[in-house]
């Protein structure tokens, strides 16, 4: 190893992801997308392909046991890899789960953690099939993988986005977000003094939102329905805006995306006017929403308009017109990702 | 929770798996074969299947940074999981590596990790095709999906061993677990004083039996010239007594193993007696090996005989006899796993 000492937080998570991978050229005729989309996609036969997603949850990074109990983590790390696969267009229908755990942990602690993943493989149909449980010196790990399947001519890339297409989010956005600042509230509360009892009365939305997500799976269900094919597609896992970025990078596009037409629940907003924070601006960069973002041709308009689980919320523009916010009183500011970066927390 | 609180050293590492999982039901018609044996299979059509398989690397629990280096560390995981696959008779295609580490780690040193990473899929012709890259709060963990493929009439799960199969095990065994106790030795030592330089001469070949191992697709393909299906399979990683006896069990056969026909290198004897160590216990309860272990019907005896890679150790028998350990002096011993079980360190 040379001397050079370069800190982790310098290159954020996609950088590093891009740094270290950057070498890497692949050899199998199979693998037909590799890095940089929700899942990868080896494909099977001529008209068939597999999906491939992983993720990784940290004990103290993604999650906080004192107030997520095991069974929504549980069901929350199955959750948010389905939602990879339908970031894709595709349907789950494999995972494998590695746990690594310290001996502070109880066998009871594990099957509540299995209860939770056994319950979101029932809902997504979705099985089990294999996975390695080892020890660590210290804290929760959980890792899955996700093995989905597509017919190729329906798989949504990052890339696919054309210039007036339509911009489409699905449910609504920074209900998870909120949900946690409450619940990182209380949690200081209930540290300050354990006699008190935590006050979540009302908070049941978004507080659901963050300890239990549900994967769009209804979504890729609806649009086949509807006849659409997503030009291009990615799950709202880091916040709007930098979901944005993801798609307009790939698909070499600029987009408008408008303030007035993100989709924000009521409890959401009054939450975050509580918190004196700007509710766009929860829903732009809170992450963590599990919502599908999606374009689609303008000729798609009539299809997607008045669909209770969607919204158009911008249009994609030239790649040399950048990428815009344009707020409520009609001024345009540049968009910037922040998002969540684990690396830079 | 209830207030039960049952230790998890009690289950051991493959009861609490299959504690945990005991109720989970497959629902995907494309799922033929769970959890159980070294890969998971998914059918993709009449002829052909995809091999997964997952592990779990956590720092101070499978490895020591003060003398694994990060480039053979990186390796490793890859050859460790390509083994799962080799176990299935099949050929790894595809992985993806999540890991996650604190700050400690700069930059350089994930790029040592990855450049081993990068020459093992050159090596086994594995692509890199996802992941996920987050912080963790201490050291270093690394978690790796292989994906391979097979022929389903070529595929050669733990349970297909029939009485009177030869019992046939590949390179030697026993030599990755010396080559630990050196590197534990002098780990110690240096530990004591660190201007001792290490004294690692003439143990080459048993340390990099422990820092670099090989998965055996050579005998993979050695196989298909032999026109050798074996009629059940596994890689020995947990140790000879212990693979012996997933066989046993999953294919509800007995077995008799031979202590003189134990492949075992004339350098892990030496270091082995050096140590008051019986070389054929550390064969059989060491670990690490990634060799292969599988059965044959007599019939392919001629075809294996010889076989510079391949040593016949025993034959299997009725279930009802037991697994027995055969010593030089002719001595039966019913056979105890004892093997790597990290939940119980």
Redesign the interface.
């Known amino acids: ?2 001397d ?8 954020g ?1 996609f950088g ?2 891009e ?3 950057k ?2 050229v ?3 005729p ?2 037909s ?3 940089g989309d929700d ?2 996609v ?1 494909s ?2 001529d008209e ?1 392909a ?1 999906l ?5 949850l ?5 999650f906080n046991l004192m107030y997520m109990p ?1 069974k929504h983590l549980g069901y929350k790390a199955v959750a948010v890899n389905v939602s990879d696969i339908c970031a894709m267009n595709g349907t789950a ?2 995972i ?1 789960v ?4 310290s ?1 502070r ?8 953690l ?1 209860d939770g993943i ?1 319950t979101a ?2 809902i997504y ?15 929760l ?1 959980i ?1 899955i ?1 996700v ?1 989905g ?1 597509a017919k190729k001519k329906d798989i949504a890339y990052r890339s696919g986005a054309k210039e007036n297409d339509l911009l489409v989010a699905t449910g609504d956005l920074g209900a998870a977000y909120m949900g946690l600042q409450i619940l990182e509230r209380e949690k200081v509360v209930y540290n300050a003094n354990p006699e008190i009892q935590p006050d979540l009365d009302g908070h049941d939305y978004i507080i659901e939102r963050q300890l239990k997500p549900e994967a769009r799976h209804d979504i890729i269900l609806f649009l086949k329905e509807l006849g659409i094919k997503p030009t291009s597609m990615i799950d709202i896992s880091d916040g709007l805006a930098s979901e944005i970025m993801h798609i307009c990078k790939s698909s070499k596009v600029g987009c408008h995306v408008y303030d007035e037409k993100i989709p924000i629940d009521a409890k959401t907003s009054m939450t975050a006017i509580e918190f004196n924070l700007d509710p766009s601006t929860c829903a732009l960069n809170g992450g963590e929403d599990y919502e599908l973002l999606f374009t689609v041709p303008q000729s798609d308009f009539e299809k997607v308009k008045g669909n209770p689980h969607m919204s158009i919320i911008g249009h994609m523009t030239n790649e040399a017109d950048g990428i815009y916010f344009i707020d409520k009183s009609g001024s345009s500011l540049e968009l910037q990702a922040q998002g969540w970066s ?2 830079n ?1």
Do not use: W
């Open positions: 190893m040379s050079q000492r370069t800190e982790l937080e310098k290159l998570e590093l992801i740094h270290l991978t070498d890497f692949n050899q199998n199979s693998t997308c590799g890095i899942a990868a080896i099977i036969s068939d597999k491939i997603s992983t993720d990784m940290i004990e103290g990074v993604h095991l229908e494999q494998t590695s746990i690594a755990v001996n942990f109880p066998v009871e602690a594990l099957e509540e299995y056994r493989c029932s149909n979705v099985d089990l099939i294999g996975g390695d449980t080892t020890s660590s010196l210290s804290g790990s890792s993988t093995i399947s684990h690396l927390d």
